[in-house]
């Protein structure tokens, strides 16, 4: 048997010396056939996705200002409610001073004659008051009233405790304790409406 050179096992072919070396360097413990070049290297990050705000900022802009509306609204009705507790609680009181006889009427008689200054000098008035209250004023009326002005005073039992009534002619003002109250609930509510 003969053998031709093209018949026997040839060696295997040596890689390219440059090859080896540069899987040996690169991956060291690998062995591979193929020239593999490793990279450690990481990917760069995603891009960073565009987002809009502004619906997001509008939308949590009413939701606060809704906030905000619900506890004025709230707020508002608990300062209501305690002016009308407050004041229910002064009534009471003032009511049961009133009863007793314990309410000077001194000073809303002044301001009464002094709001009817120019008709009290013009023309006689009546001062009405009730029977109880008749005794305490009828010594101040004459220092309360505007010089010059006439008024009679007379008890009248219609009247309510702790009211007074000028009657001037045809035209009759008076003060009482429900109209003052009702007064002061309107200027003290009036900033909580």
């Not at 009181?93 to 309410?103: A, D, K, P, S, T």
């Not at 008749?134 to 010089?147: G, N, R, S, T």
Request: glycine share 4%.
């Amino acid at each position: 048997m003969t053998t031709s050179s093209s018949d026997a096992a040839a060696p295997p072919a040596a890689p390219p010396a440059g090859l080896r070396t540069r899987i040996a360097v690169a991956a060291p413990g690998v062995r591979s056939r193929l020239p593999l070049r490793v990279t450690d290297r990481t990917p760069p990050p995603p891009p960073v996705p565009t987002l809009d705000a502004a619906p997001l900022a509008r939308a949590l802009e009413a939701g606060f200002a809704e906030l905000r509306r619900a506890f004025e609204a709230t707020f508002a009705e608990i300062e209501r409610e305690c002016v009308e507790l407050a004041l229910a609680a002064a009534e009471r009181l003032v009511r049961r001073r009133c009863e007793r006889g314990e309410l000077g009427l001194e000073a809303p008689l002044q301001e009464l004659l002094a709001s009817r200054r120019r008709e009290l000098e013009e023309q006689a008035a009546t001062l009405r008051v009730h029977p109880e209250d008749a005794p305490a004023l009828q010594a101040k009326l004459a220092e309360l009233a505007p010089p010059g002005a006439r008024v009679e005073l007379a008890a009248d039992a219609s009247i309510a405790r702790g009211s007074l009534s000028l009657e001037l002619g045809a035209a009759r003002v008076s003060r009482s304790l429900p109209h003052e109250i009702a007064r002061l609930r309107a200027r003290l509510l009036e900033g909580t409406a």
